[in-house]
């Protein structure tokens, strides 16, 4: 199951259309955080928090997002 989420919410990364901003809220002077929106493979929009840690992306949490997250998304920049 992990592998399987793991390569979901990987995918949104790849989504053209991603929204990328800095989470402002979560992050600290050693260490800054982001959300991503972005459609994953199965075609739903995901909310992913991650941040990054000896040169690699590091996933905090991932979830399907909720209304108010997939108007953002929706919304043109």
Do not use: C, N
């Not at 390569?7 to 929204?19: G, Q, Y």
């Amino acid at each position: 199951m992990f592998q399987w989420f793991a390569t979901l919410s990987e995918s949104a990364f790849h989504d053209p259309d991603v929204r990328l901003f800095e989470d402002r809220r979560h992050s600290s002077t050693r260490e800054t955080r982001y959300i991503l929106y972005g459609r994953s493979l199965e075609a739903r929009v995901l909310m992913v928090g991650f941040t990054h840690r000896g040169g690699r992306v590091r996933v905090i949490t991932a979830r399907r997002a909720s209304r108010k997250e997939r108007r953002i998304y929706e919304a043109k920049a």
